[in-house]
């Protein structure tokens, strides 16, 4: 029963590889350039032949996209006005990705500020990405929330980073978190 189904399956693709080609060359040769419309148009075949397929086939691509978009994220991540930001606890050492903050910072870091944090810059051990650890996102804040040229932005991520997040990262279990790539 199994091979029957295979061999229809098998039909069913040579069936429409045929009509196709054979709609693209009618179509060429009606007008060049119109290929595409006969293709497009024997589409309305497929999906008569094949819907089970097309449909199994848009679930996958639905979730393979959230996958590829979510799971990076899964369990280790805090939410700033709706922007997400990673944290990875490393020997007791919070590591913020790099990207996550340029995404929250304004005015936007510049080179020469991440050359003056020295050893508390640089590539996060154990991940593919580039982060700046605590205390060097504290030094980064410190610009932008004291002196002449404050954010009301800044104060606020920096008292959310200080009262929650933060806090927190460092209160979990290291069994809670998971340092995946």
Partial sequence: MESNNWLRFIAKIIFSAGISVGAWVFFEKI???????GFLLVSMIWVRLFPRDILNLFSFVKRSAYHSAVHHWHGKYYSFDG???????????????????????EPKIVKHELKFLEDQYGKI??????????????????????????????????????????????????SAIKNLR
């Fill in 83 to 105: 922007r997400q930001i990673r944290f990875y606890l490393i020997e007791q050492t919070v590591w913020i990705p790099l990207v996550d903050l340029e995404r929250v910072f």
């Fill in 31 to 37: 007008n060049r350039g119109y290929g595409p419309v």
């Fill in 125 to 174: 051990p154990e991940q593919p990405m580039v982060g700046v650890t605590e205390s060097g996102l504290l030094s980064l804040l410190k610009t932008r929330t004291e002196g002449g040229h404050t954010n009301y932005k800044m104060i606020r991520f920096k008292r959310w980073l200080l009262t929650q997040a933060l806090e927190n990262v460092k209160r979990l279990p290291k």
